[in-house]
């Protein structure tokens, strides 16, 4: 048991998936009792020479899977993300107990319209959010309760780093209540791309319109980097959407560590 085992389960890796140099999947068994909704986050770490190091990284997996499955991008300089780096399947890892995080699906404001937004690992929540919503419409067969329906816009330097390209293209062609565009901003280093090309931001306007989206009837997601936060909440700003009804994930701040503390004012 690790020493701090009355707020941590000692997590074990049993699958790992690596997309590219600096992008991979793991999923962990969490080794206890772990609860929590679409769209929070787990914080992972682990201790050295008694100095515990500890990240928020949000849940990928829906709380119906068994696992927990996270996206991580690699910081090369940065305290944790080189250590969960060298992780292999049968590895260990802090994991806390409690989940994290206000970042879930509004589904109580009225607005029944839901636009993601996301830089590559800033898709975990919206895949979370997805896939409990898929599996509660599978099995009720039939129409979405309330009529919700998600639009998620994914942006990434090349097509390598989207992770979970396939499995939201499978849903949306399945589902009516669900949209998904990914979106290359290195075009030029990805010459077998044939979709949309630019910053997820540079293609906000042009899907809000194409989607028939209006601030009245749509909450706006905005997770991953600060700059696409900053730059997306600015254009959704002029387009007439309130504060209370664009939420936000910041998953750093440049120059600072990423302490879980600071996750909880990231969230709305
Ligand atoms: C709510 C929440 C959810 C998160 N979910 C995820 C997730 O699903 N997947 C994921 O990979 N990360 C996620 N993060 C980020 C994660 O918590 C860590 O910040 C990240 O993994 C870097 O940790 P580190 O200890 O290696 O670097 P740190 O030691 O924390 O950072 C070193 C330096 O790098 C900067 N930095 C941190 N991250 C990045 C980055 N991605 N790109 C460029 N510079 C960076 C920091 O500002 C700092 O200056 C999330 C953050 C929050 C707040």
């Known amino acids: 048991m690790p020493p701090s085992a009355d707020k941590h389960f000692l997590a074990r890796i049993v699958e790992r998936r690596d997309l590219s140099p600096d992008l991979w999947l793991l999923r962990v068994d969490p080794g206890g009792p772990f609860e929590h909704r679409a769209g929070q986050y787990a914080t992972l770490g682990f201790e050295r020479d008694g100095k515990r190091i500890e990240r928020a990284y949000s849940i990928v997996s829906s709380p119906y899977e068994k696992s927990l499955e996270f996206f991580i991008e690699l910081v090369p300089h940065g305290e944790l993300t080189p250590h969960l780096y060298k992780l292999k399947v049968g590895d260990t890892l802090l994991c806390r107990k409690i989940a994290k995080g206000r970042f879930t699906l509004d589904l109580r404001s009225g607005r029944t319209q839901h636009l993601l937004v996301s830089t590559v690992t800033g898709i975990a929540p ?43 293209e ?49 909450t706006a997601y905005l997770c991953g980097h600060p700059n696409m936060v900053e730059n997306a909440r600015g254009i959704l700003q002029r387009a007439r959407w309130k504060k209370d009804a664009m939420f936000e994930e910041l998953y750093f701040q440049p120059g600072k560590s990423s302490q879980p503390a600071q996750a909880d004012a990231a969230t709305p």
């Open 170 to 218: 499978s849903i949306a062609a399945e589902t009516p209540w669900f949209e998904y565009v990914a979106t290359v901003s290195r075009p030029w280093e990805d010459e077998n791309w044939t979709g949309e090309t630019g910053r997820v931001d540079d293609l906000l306007r042009k899907f809000t319109d194409s989607w028939g989206l209006r601030p009245e009837t749509t």
């Open 126 to 168: 919206f895949v979370s959010y997805v896939r409990t919503l898929y599996r509660d419409w599978k099995s009720g067969d039939r129409a979405m309760p309330g009529g919700h329906r998600l639009y998620c816009l994914q942006g990434g330097s090349r097509s390598w780093e989207f992770g979970y390209r396939e499995e939201l």
